[in-house]
């Protein structure tokens, strides 16, 4: 009996140790996400073309070739760079010119300049306005998932009325208080979408606060706020990042929609959605200013829906039916 | 079944009030309206006397039970450019050619998405599921507004095909607007679809019915689809609102004159009141809608309807 005890003991302990280095050895979260990128080419493909945005974002004085607001009425409407148009008012065909390599608008603006200086605004409120809405959103799901009660039934019947403005109705509706202007779109944005981050994170914690490991925190005395900041919030990260990297697409496409009604930023930065909006009047004649801002709206929304995808595989694939 | 009805009713009578408190609020951070209607040059006395009129003399309480209840009649006072005409007359009347967009786009989106996603499903990792899964990649990427701008370009500014804005009851009319207005939706319901699909083959019904010996199309159609589908319906629910919403731009786009060209037009005027009822109709139009889909769905879905 004492033997057959001790054999099963040291099978046990042989489990144990088994199962010990196997998760020793298990790769991080984010080591796993990166190992995952590089088998990923098309998640590489859109970490490259975001980077490049963001490059040319942050270094726009340096890589600008012009002043995105020198106008030059002689050269209006010049068109890209190895094509043809007629230059403007009359019938003559004029080659486009490698000193404006994506052409000019109405009033001699360097649009390539412009496109630069508008990935700013595009990348600036997309990701802060997505930041403040998910530190707001986590914020409040997080108290209303721990505490229940009054403050939870307060909060989710407020989200269920922000959640009865369509996303971009809300945007207008509190733009037209607010007006215009970077900050108020970044506000605007911000509180248009705190509520599916409240939501992501109530039913992460409603799960969580049945788990042992919070009863035994609590047990040895635990701070709430301790347990809430470093044990618990921890652990609902993964699908805030990944809802947030889809935010930050749909936020640069809500940014440049109002812009495009002219409840954005303002006239005098330039923006993706102000030069589209702009280039609309010339559509019949000056094809480049309105196709080429809503090209890179495109590609940057592509490169990021490309990354978003990959994170939700590489770090949470219960996400995945979650589309 | 009945309780959770009524439940969901109450809920949504909730969210109306919600949304007209919200309305209140967007009323009285927007200023006094009265230096809207009287402007600059207007003496005190007449700035005193519309003040009284309007009521904006009696403390906030008073006005926003005021506000609700005109609220809930449909009042929401009279539009400031259209002097004499009640702003949710305005609105009204621009309403149906809004709805008949979404309502076209809605319909659109579903057919297309529902086969594409059908196809791209059963034909998994082939060439079709690729290319699918690809335009859907670009349909959500794309912004509405600049497609509309592009399609206006090739077909009616290069082509001459279709006119390239206006309102008229006439197929020409809509082919566009609604093509616009329905490609972020479509994307989005294609990759459900295919995903909804692929989940519910890899289930224990759908082998025990190929193991029958049933036809594939028995199987997708008759079995697969179903399940498919009652998921399908909240989130088509959803993107009606979505399509209500996104037709404030589209409509823009194509001067559609709807009730999405009226709010900017009318933010942009400092209108106020039509902005007001705009606002309200698109979102308890929303709010009904969700109710709606919501009835519909414990309706669908036996398990709901007989617990």
Known sequence: MAKETTIQGSAREAELSHLFKEVRDRPSGFRRAARMLRKNRIGIIGALVLLLVAGAAIFAPIIAPHDPDAADITSRLTCPAFTSCPRYGTSETIEGSTNHLLGTDNLGRDILSRLIYGARVSLIVGITAVVLGAAAGSSLGLISGFYGGIADSLIMRVGDIFLAFPYLLLAIAIVAVLGGGLLNVIIVLAIAGWVPYARLVRGSILSAREQEYVTAARAIGVRDSVLLAKHMLPNVLTPIIVYGTFAVAATIIAEAGLS??????????????????D????????????????????????SINLIGDWLRDALDPQLRNIE | MATYITRRLLQSLFVIWGVITAVFIITNLTGDPVDLMLGETSSQEDIERLRADLGLDDPLYVQYFRFLG???QGDFQESLRFGGFSSMEIVLD??????????CALILSVVFSITLGTIAAVRRGGLIDQGVMLLALFGQAVPNFWLGIMLILVFAVNFGWLP????????????LPTITLAVAGMARLTRLTRSGMLDVFSADY???????????RSVVMGHAFKNTAIPLVTVIGLDFGNLLAGAIITEQIFVWNGVGQLLVDSINARDFPVVQAAVFIIAASFVLINLIVDILYTWLDPRIRLS
Do not use: C, H, Q
């Open chain 2, 164 to 175: 390239s804005s206006g309102y008229e009851l006439s197929w020409k009319y809509f082919i």
């Open chain 2, 206 to 216: 759908i082998r025990t019915a190929r193991a029958k010996g049933l036809e594939d």
């Open chain 1, 279 to 302: 280039g609309r009047a010339y559509i019949s004649t000056a094809w480049w200013l309105a196709t080429i801002p809503g090209l890179a709206i495109m590609v940057t929304v592509l």
């Open chain 2, 70 to 72: 005109d609220a809930v």
């Open chain 1, 260 to 277: 495009f009604l002219g409840l954005g930023v303002g006239t005098k930065i330039p923006t993706w959605g102000n030069m589209l909006s």
């Open chain 2, 94 to 103: 621009r309403y149906p050619r809004t709805i008949a967009l979404a309502g």
